[in-house]
C-alpha cells in the first residue's frame, strides 16, 4: 500500500512540477537496486506456495532518442521470499525479469513516464505489462542517477504487483561548447615624429613655441607643446556560460568576473547591467526564473570582490535572446549565459 501511494504521489508530482532542459542524445548503461512486491497466492505450478517481495539488483542499456524519449533493455536477478504452506517452511527462490521499456520525459525535463514489457521467471514463465514515473538527475554531464516505481500486470495469471528501482547511469557522448575566444585588443597607432629646426624634448615644437618643456616623448603635443588629452570610451565585458538546469558560477570565470570588479572600482560612476539567458528547450516562465538566478549568481561574485549592491542590476531574459537559434546540444550550450558590457569615458593622453 506504501508503494502504491508513493506511486501516485510521483505521478503527480511528474504532471506539476516545472521542466528542465535535457539537450542530450546517445547512449547510456546503468546498474540498479530493486524491489519488487508479488503478493502471488497458492500458485498452481507449486501447490501451497506463497511467493511474495523480492530484493535484487540489475543492469540496463538505454538510448536517448531526443528531448522527450527514449528506450532501454533491462535485466534484473531477484531473489523473492516464499513460504511453503505444505512444509510450513520460509525460503528464497530465484528470479530473473527481462523487459523493454519505453520512456517519456515530460516536457524534456527530469521526470518522466514509463510503460514496458516484462518476462519474469519464477517458478514458471509470466509475462507483465508494467507502467510507472521516475526522476532522474545528473551529477556531472555524463553521470545521472535516477529512481523510479512502475505498477505490473500480469498477462497470463492477472497479477497485480509494483515495484522499484534506485540506480546510477553513465551517458556517452555529451557534447559541452568551447568558450568564445577573446579578441586581443588593437595595437594603437602612432603618429611619426615631425623634424623640427631646435626642439630640446623632441615633441615636434620648435623651443620657441614650445610652452611645456620636457614632454613624455610617447604624449601627442599641441601647437603649444603642451600634452593633448581626448575623452576615451572603454569597456569591459563578460561572459559566463552554465552547465544545463544550473545557476552555480564555475570557477573558471572567476578571473573574468574579478576583472569587471576591478574596472567598476577604477570607474566609481559606472553600473553594470547582468543580463541572464537561458536555451529555448523547457517552459519560458521557468526559463525565465532561471535566467533571472543565474544573473544574481555572477553579481554576487561582484558583490563579494567589493562592489556596492546598488551600482548591480540583473535581468532574466530566460529564451528570448538566443545567441543561436539552432536546435542542438551545442546551441544550447552557447545560450546558458549571463552577459555585461559596461562603459565609461577617461580623459586620455594622445599617444604619438
Not at 555529451?174 to 568564445?180: E, I, M, V, Y
Not at 570607474?267 to 525565465?288: I, M, Q, W
Request: proline share 3%; aromatic share 10%.
Amino acid at each position: 500500500m506504501k508503494l502504491k501511494s508513493l506511486t501516485i504521489a510521483i505521478a503527480l508530482a511528474a504532471t506539476s512540477a516545472s521542466t528542465f532542459a535535457a539537450e542530450q542524445e546517445g547512449f547510456y548503461i546503468g546498474a540498479f537496486g530493486d524491489y519488487y512486491d508479488a503478493s502471488w497466492k497458492n500458485m498452481r505450478e507449486q501447490a501451497g506456495l506463497d511467493v511474495n517481495e523480492s530484493t535484487g539488483w540489475g543492469a540496463e542499456l538505454g538510448y536517448r532518442f531526443n528531448d522527450y524519449w527514449s528506450a532501454r533493455l533491462e535485466y534484473a536477478d531477484l531473489s523473492f521470499d516464499a513460504h511453503d504452506k505444505v512444509l510450513n517452511n520460509n525460503n528464497d527462490i530465484d528470479g530473473e525479469r527481462y523487459g523493454i521499456d519505453a520512456l517519456y520525459h515530460f516536457g524534456g525535463g527530469p521526470f518522466y513516464g514509463l510503460l514496458g514489457l516484462k518476462d519474469i521467471d519464477v517458478v514458471d514463465d509470466n509475462t507483465f505489462v508494467n507502467a510507472g514515473v521516475g526522476y532522474r538527475h545528473f551529477v556531472t554531464d555524463n553521470f545521472f542517477v535516477n529512481a523510479e516505481t512502475s505498477v505490473y500486470q500480469g498477462l497470463d495469471k492477472g497479477y497485480t504487483d509494483v515495484g522499484a528501482k534506485l540506480g546510477i547511469n553513465y551517458f556517452f557522448g555529451q557534447n559541452t561548447a568551447p568558450a568564445a575566444a577573446v579578441e586581443p585588443a588593437p595595437e594603437p597607432e602612432t603618429t611619426p615624429e615631425p623634424v623640427a629646426l631646435i626642439d630640446s624634448d623632441n615633441d615636434g615644437i620648435p623651443d620657441v613655441n614650445d610652452k611645456c618643456a620636457n614632454t613624455p616623448m610617447t604624449d601627442a603635443v599641441g601647437s603649444d607643446g603642451c600634452t593633448l588629452y581626448e575623452d576615451t570610451e572603454v569597456t569591459v565585458s563578460l561572459l559566463v556560460t552554465f552547465p544545463n538546469n544550473d545557476s552555480s558560477v564555475s570557477k573558471q570565470y572567476l578571473d573574468d568576473i574579478n576583472q569587471v570588479a576591478s574596472f567598476l572600482k577604477e570607474h566609481p560612476d559606472t553600473t553594470v547591467l547582468l543580463e541572464g539567458h537561458t536555451s529555448s528547450v523547457g517552459k519560458a516562465s521557468y526559463n525565465k526564473w532561471l535566467s533571472k538566478k543565474r544573473a544574481d549568481a555572477v553579481a554576487k561574485k561582484l558583490i563579494a570582490d567589493g562592489i556596492a549592491e546598488d551600482r548591480i542590476t540583473t535581468a532574466g531574459l530566460g529564451e528570448e535572446r538566443l545567441k543561436n537559434e539552432a536546435n542542438t546540444a551545442q546551441a544550447h550550450a552557447e545560450n546558458r549565459r549571463v552577459e555585461a558590457l559596461v562603459k565609461s569615458i577617461e580623459r586620455v593622453k594622445v599617444q604619438r
